[in-house]
């Protein structure tokens, strides 16, 4: 779940800082193969979109002048104050993105509309990063925002939104780059016709999305020499196009020439806006990639290298475009100088490549993120890097990338519109970003109202805009963002809407406490040997699911678990802080329950010691209970109800319970196992088929202190019995229905929509790791 141990940190101050300085100059050198490809792409593109067009008619050195004072001031303010200086400050434990600004913002304010939240939750070390929402419980518009459901909603919506934007830019991405660097072969190459080009940036693109399974950790390390390259390159051509061409290229870095550009070509200058904004796309995996790598390293990296590259390299483009107005469809590659120009036409389609890993990096995370609160589909999410956490690779949505850009390759062929395409997305992104960044302002860094607006107004205005510019292309290509993002928000909010509803139904049919009281200990039904762990989304109560099988089974387990795993709105839990345990009814039921926490960003891989996990937590909350008064002084703020955090580093000092491990071989020999013949012989028989899962086998023994009290023995023992007879998972198998007092929109949302969902992707057995052998599955209709 966590980063495995790395490079020990030594304990001299000096030391300490070095290691810190060599760690996040490492990490900068591979933020350039993730981060920074497609920023640095764009030169290739950039020029050739602005002058497509009315604007044409404009053409002469103000106009190139005006583009390149234009290019200049959006990459200082957007890039550089917005996201380097300020953006990247407002990190959740590390974690960046659209999701993570979310999930902060629900931390220090109620805003989230899944009611699975407990007061402990609020107790994780990781929750309590920044200040505490306690000091901001008097604002005003925190009060208003939590107190109308309309509002939380629309904010869902608006994060969505701006998070399936991202998903477009994966698509949009590897279509632009890799098809712009190709586009440089017909320069030299006249002969190739359009058909030939298309069929070698497929075949590129094939390739690209086929390398991802290999992680972000190994791609980073082989695409940031590509980058590097690049940027010398770009950096070089830039520098010797504008001695050698037009050194007076310099005054444009001057605000003069904006004005004069807009004088001049008028609402043709507005509308090529939209070419403006693509010189700073790519900014926003700046803050996506954040949790891949730190935001000192991003910082350096760009401030430092990419921002002067770029800055000399779009002024030696126009420095060349002011004397050969001719060439503008296609200018970066016609200014290389010839002796140099096959070297870098091959970094340029390697640049692009890279370009391209950038926004596929933030799509990952940004789909994780979403899985993990509730508001996309359980897909598989393989954890590529054992040393570098964060590092997912996605199958099913690389996959559905890699099929979506071929289409929009093939079907568009041209740079032009797709870079309409692109510059919606990208601006929609920082658009939404702008306003949650605002929230952040208030709500977390708690700075005055006037402030935020200031901020907001002030890149809203800019944002605007270039928003404005790039929404008049929506019918040149500018509709493909709006409707890929249009059904990614149709399904992620499917999904929430229906895990909500779910979620309330299991809340207002819980089992009543009375009624299992009433029942006494044996629940009026046989107890056998055996554990009997039932998995519920419900963090207090018992689950309607029980009252199944108290009413139609004759017979149930001694022990019985009731297993919450949920996600918390924070980007990881520690181990430590893992498990909450507690009883559900008085000791003689032996009915306990069990909370696993995950962050948004955490792994839940199967660790093959879950059980002997939970064995132990349980055994340790027994043991603590009985000295229940000394116990909660010490930790009374870790309590939710009679629930309490177990740490596993307790656990390792604990004397509840003696541990001693064997090999599976033994195990059949040693253990005198309640199940029938007939369950062991097909346990073998799973064995044998799986023997990559077969590990070491935990027993359990009560340590002999004689100062045990007699209760606690006795239940300690039966909880050891109940583990040596075997443990079964139980889950519910569920069918979600809409009423039939329903409106006909919620019928299809929920019998069409998310059934539909539900029934194509990870099963909740599979997602929870829940071994096959053991699993029991109830069928249960909600309707909701």
Same mark, same amino acid.
């Given at each position: 779940?966590?980063?495995?141990?790395?490079?020990?940190?030594?304990?001299?101050?000096?030391?300490?800082?070095?290691?810190?300085?060599?760690?996040?100059?490492?990490?900068?050198?591979?933020?350039?193969?993730?981060?920074?490809?497609?920023?640095?792409?764009?030169?290739?593109?950039?020029?050739?979109?602005?002058?497509?067009?009315?604007?044409?008619?404009?053409?002469?050195?103000?106009?190139?002048?005006?583009?390149?004072?234009?290019?200049?001031?959006?990459?200082?303010?957007?890039?550089?104050?917005?996201?380097?200086?300020?953006?990247?400050?407002?990190?959740?434990?590390?974690?960046?993105?659209?999701?993570?600004?979310?999930?902060?913002?629900?931390?220090?304010?109620?805003?989230?509309?899944?009611?699975?939240?407990?007061?402990?939750?609020?107790?994780?070390?990781?929750?309590?990063?920044?200040?505490?929402?306690?000091?901001?419980?008097?604002?005003?518009?925190?009060?208003?925002?939590?107190?109308?459901?309309?509002?939380?909603?629309?904010?869902?919506?608006?994060?969505?939104?701006?998070?399936?934007?991202?998903?477009?830019?994966?698509?949009?991405?590897?279509?632009?780059?890799?098809?712009?660097?190709?586009?440089?072969?017909?320069?030299?190459?006249?002969?190739?016709?359009?058909?030939?080009?298309?069929?070698?940036?497929?075949?590129?693109?094939?390739?690209?999305?086929? *390398?991802? +399974? /290999?992680?972000?950790?190994?791609?980073?390390?082989? #695409? %940031?020499? $590509?980058?590097?390259?690049? !940027? =010398?390159?770009?950096?070089?051509?830039?520098?010797?196009?504008?001695?050698?061409?037009?050194?007076?290229?310099?005054?444009?870095?001057?605000?003069?020439?904006?004005?004069?550009?807009?004088?001049?070509?008028?609402?043709?200058?507005?509308?090529?806006?939209?070419?403006?904004?693509?010189?700073?796309?790519?900014?926003?995996?700046?803050?996506?990639? *954040?949790? +891949? /790598?730190?935001?000192?390293?991003?910082?350096?990296? #760009? %401030?430092? $290298?990419?921002?002067?590259? !770029? =800055?000399?390299?779009?002024?030696?483009?126009?420095?060349?475009?002011?004397?050969?107005?001719?060439?503008?469809?296609?200018?970066?590659?016609?200014?290389?100088?010839?002796?140099?120009?096959?070297?870098?036409?091959?970094?340029?389609?390697?640049?692009?490549?890279?370009?391209?890993?950038?926004?596929?990096?933030?799509?990952?995370?940004?789909?994780?993120?979403?899985?993990?609160?509730?508001?996309?589909?359980?897909?598989?999410?393989?954890?590529?890097?054992?040393?570098?956490?964060?590092?997912?690779?996605?199958?099913?949505?690389?996959?559905?990338?890699?099929?979506?850009?071929?289409?929009?390759?093939?079907?568009?062929?041209?740079?032009?519109?797709?870079?309409?395409?692109?510059?919606?997305?990208?601006?929609?992104?920082?658009?939404?970003?702008?306003?949650?960044?605002?929230?952040?302002?208030?709500?977390?860094?708690?700075?005055?109202?006037?402030?935020?607006?200031?901020?907001?107004?002030?890149?809203?205005?800019?944002?605007?805009?270039?928003?404005?510019?790039?929404?008049?292309?929506?019918?040149?290509?500018?509709?493909?963002?709006?409707?890929?993002?249009?059904?990614?928000?149709?399904?992620?909010?499917?999904?929430?809407?229906?895990?909500?509803?779910?979620?309330?139904?299991?809340?207002?049919?819980?089992?009543?406490?009375?009624?299992?009281?009433?029942?006494?200990?044996?629940?009026?039904?046989?107890?056998?040997?055996?554990?009997?762990?039932?998995?519920?989304?419900?963090?207090?109560?018992?689950?309607?699911?029980?009252?199944?099988?108290?009413?139609?089974?004759?017979?149930?387990?001694?022990?019985?678990?009731?297993?919450?795993?949920?996600?918390?709105?924070?980007?990881?839990?520690?181990?430590?802080?893992?498990?909450?345990?507690?009883?559900?009814?008085?000791?003689?039921?032996?009915?306990?329950?069990?909370?696993?926490?995950?962050?948004?960003?955490?792994?839940?891989?199967?660790?093959?010691?879950?059980?002997?996990?939970?064995?132990?937590?349980?055994?340790?909350?027994?043991?603590?209970?009985?000295?229940?008064?000394?116990?909660?002084?010490?930790?009374?703020?870790?309590?939710?109800?009679?629930?309490?955090?177990?740490?596993?580093?307790?656990?390792?000092?604990?004397?509840?319970?003696?541990?001693?491990?064997?090999?599976?071989?033994?195990?059949?020999?040693?253990?005198?196992?309640?199940?029938?013949?007939?369950?062991?012989?097909?346990?073998?028989?799973?064995?044998?088929?799986?023997?990559?899962?077969?590990?070491?086998?935990?027993?359990?023994?009560?340590?002999?202190?004689?100062?045990?009290?007699?209760?606690?023995?006795?239940?300690?023992?039966?909880?050891?019995?109940?583990?040596?007879?075997?443990?079964?998972?139980?889950?519910?198998?569920?069918?979600?229905?809409?009423?039939?007092?329903?409106?006909?929109?919620?019928?299809?949302?929920?019998?069409?929509?998310?059934?539909?969902?539900?029934?194509?992707?990870?099963?909740?057995?599979?997602?929870?790791?829940?071994?096959?052998?053991?699993?029991?599955?109830?069928?249960?209709?909600?309707?909701?």
């Amino acid at each position: 779940m966590e980063p495995e141990a790395g490079i020990p940190i030594p304990r001299n101050p000096s030391s300490l800082s070095w290691v810190n300085l060599s760690k996040n100059l490492i990490l900068a050198y591979q933020s350039f193969g993730v981060v920074y490809g497609d920023l640095s792409t764009s030169p290739l593109y950039v020029y050739t979109s602005i002058f497509k067009g009315k604007l044409q008619t404009h053409l002469n050195e103000d106009a190139i002048f005006g583009a390149f004072s234009l290019i200049f001031w959006t990459l200082t303010l957007i890039p550089l104050l917005k996201y380097v200086f300020l953006v990247l400050s407002a990190d959740d434990n590390g974690e960046g993105g659209t999701f993570a600004l979310y999930s902060l913002l629900c931390r220090h304010a109620k805003l989230s509309l899944l009611p699975n939240q407990q007061a402990a939750d609020e107790e994780l070390s990781a929750y309590k990063y920044g200040p505490s929402s306690h000091t901001i419980a008097s604002s005003p518009l925190k009060k208003f925002l939590e107190k109308y459901k309309r509002l939380r909603t629309a904010l869902l919506i608006v994060v969505l939104f701006g998070a399936c934007m991202v998903i477009g830019d994966g698509v949009l991405t590897p279509a632009i780059s890799v098809l712009s660097a190709v586009s440089g072969l017909k320069v030299a190459e006249s002969k190739l016709n359009n058909g030939e080009l298309l069929l070698i940036a497929c075949v590129i693109l094939v390739g690209l999305f086929a *390398l991802q +399974h /290999f992680g972000t950790h190994r791609v980073a390390f082989m #695409f %940031a020499p $590509v980058v590097i390259i690049w !940027l =010398v390159s770009i950096f070089s051509i830039g520098l010797y196009n504008t001695i050698f061409w037009n050194p007076k290229v310099v005054r444009a870095l001057s605000p003069y020439y904006i004005i004069k550009f807009f004088r001049e070509t008028g609402k043709d200058g507005w509308i090529s806006l939209g070419g403006i904004l693509l010189s700073i796309t790519g900014t926003e995996a700046m803050f996506a990639d *954040l949790g +891949h /790598f730190t935001a000192l390293s991003i910082r350096v990296a #760009f %401030a430092f $290298v990419i921002y002067p590259c !770029l =800055v000399v390299q779009y002024m030696g483009q126009a420095a060349f475009l002011s004397r050969h107005l001719d060439q503008t469809p296609g200018s970066f590659f016609e200014s290389i100088p010839r002796p140099v120009y096959w070297p870098v036409f091959v970094i340029a389609t390697l640049a692009a490549i890279v370009g391209s890993q950038a926004v596929i990096s933030a799509t990952f995370s940004i789909i994780k993120q979403c899985n993990a609160l509730g508001c996309f589909p359980r897909v598989k999410v393989v954890h590529t890097s054992k040393h570098i956490y964060g590092q997912i690779y996605i199958p099913e949505i690389n996959w559905i990338l890699m099929i979506l850009t071929l289409a929009i390759t093939i079907g568009f062929q041209d740079t032009t519109m797709i870079g309409n395409a692109y510059g919606l997305a990208c601006m929609t992104v920082m658009f939404v970003t702008t306003f949650l960044m605002a929230l952040v302002i208030i709500f977390i860094w708690q700075k005055s109202v006037f402030l935020a607006a200031a901020f907001l107004f002030f890149f809203w205005f800019i944002e605007g805009v270039y928003l404005s510019a790039a929404l008049m292309k929506v019918p040149q290509g500018g509709w493909v963002p709006l409707v890929l993002s249009f059904v990614f928000t149709i399904v992620m909010y499917v999904w929430h809407y229906g895990t909500r509803k779910k979620y309330t139904f299991d809340l207002h049919n819980k089992v009543s406490l009375k009624w299992l009281l009433g029942l006494g200990p044996s629940l009026g039904i046989v107890r056998v040997p055996g554990i009997g762990l039932i998995y519920s989304e419900l963090a207090t109560g018992v689950p309607a699911i029980f009252s199944h099988f108290v009413t139609n089974l004759p017979a149930f387990h001694n022990v019985l678990v009731f297993v919450c795993v949920k996600s918390v709105p924070v980007p990881y839990v520690s181990p430590e802080e893992r498990f909450l345990i507690g009883r559900v009814c008085p000791r003689p039921y032996r009915m306990y329950r069990c909370i696993v926490r995950y962050g948004y960003k955490d792994i839940q891989r199967d660790s093959g010691d879950f059980e002997s996990q939970l064995i132990q937590s349980i055994a340790e909350f027994i043991h603590r209970e009985a000295v229940e008064p000394q116990f909660s002084t010490s930790e009374s703020s870790s309590f939710d109800g009679r629930m309490a955090v177990i740490s596993t580093k307790t656990l390792q000092s604990s004397s509840s319970l003696m541990v001693s491990e064997q090999e599976d071989d033994d195990v059949g020999i040693s253990i005198q196992s309640s199940k029938s013949p007939t369950l062991q012989s097909l346990r073998l028989v799973y064995d044998d088929e799986n023997t990559q899962i077969r590990k070491r086998h935990v027993r359990f023994h009560l340590p002999s202190s004689p100062g045990m009290d007699p209760a606690v023995r006795e239940e300690l023992t039966d909880l050891i019995q109940a583990k040596e007879a075997g443990v079964a998972y139980i889950l519910g198998h569920s069918y979600v229905k809409a009423r039939r007092s329903s409106s006909y929109l919620k019928k299809i949302v929920i019998d069409i929509g998310y059934s539909f969902l539900r029934k194509n992707c990870r099963g909740p057995a599979v997602a929870l790791n829940i071994p096959h052998i053991s699993l029991i599955e109830v069928g249960m209709i909600y309707y909701v």
